[in-house]
């Protein structure tokens, strides 16, 4: 009975690391091998090695995934890095339900939002500190970490949205985030 208690929230999220703590939280890591195919520069992947980090996310998933008018909360750590001339960053996807739409926001570090619209028109927001990104349905997201440390981002987004991959890792975005001369470019793939 909670009636009348004053209580603890079970989740803690550091505000200096943006890292969460108690229970439930999960936590998944990304390799470079999980992220095979998604660089343009075959030879440079392969040059590298493939148990190096580029990802973490924690998340608190509060509802069974599915659960219809729940929210989950996730913070991703970025590593900065390239492979050839492109920027290290995440799978991408759309979600499942594909008119659930999603919040991010820069915690540290600087880098991309690259989002993707389903008639394949790709444009990108600046992430920085304090910078707050609002993801329409319908709408492929991915992070690419445009600096020389750690990107951090939060993101809450609906429990029933789930994420479809499939059509990133087949089709890719129509654009790629390409530095040159030492500043990130969008350029048509
Ligand atoms: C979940 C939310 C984030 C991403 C995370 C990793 O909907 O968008 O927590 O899962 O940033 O990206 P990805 O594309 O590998 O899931
Ligand atoms: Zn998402």
Request: contains cysteine; aromatic residues 10%; proline residues 4%.
């Amino acid at each position: 009975m909670k009636h009348l208690k004053i209580l603890k929230s079970q989740v803690e999220l550091n505000l200096k690391n943006y890292s969460l703590k108690g229970e439930p939280v999960i936590r998944q890591i990304r390799k470079l091998e999980d992220l095979n195919g998604i660089f343009h520069d075959h030879k440079a992947f392969s040059k590298m090695s493939s148990k190096d980090i580029i990802y973490e996310v924690q998340a608190w998933l509060p509802v069974s995934e599915g659960t219809s008018g729940g929210l989950y909360f996730g913070t991703t750590n970025l590593l900065p890095g390239r492979v050839g001339n492109e920027y290290f960053m995440t799978k991408g996807h759309y979600h499942k339900l594909s008119d659930r739409s999603e919040f991010y926001w820069g915690v540290q570090g600087v880098g991309m939002l690259i989002l993707m619209d389903s008639d394949r028109n790709t444009w990108a927001e600046k992430v920085y500190p304090g910078s707050l990104h609002y993801i329409p349905a319908h709408v492929a997201h991915r992070v690419a970490n445009t600096g020389n440390s750690t990107l951090i981002f939060g993101a809450c987004w609906p429990s029933d949205s789930g994420h479809n991959y499939e059509e990133i890792a087949q089709n890719g975005f129509s654009a790629r985030l390409l530095e040159r001369n030492g500043e990130p470019r969008l350029k048509s793939s």
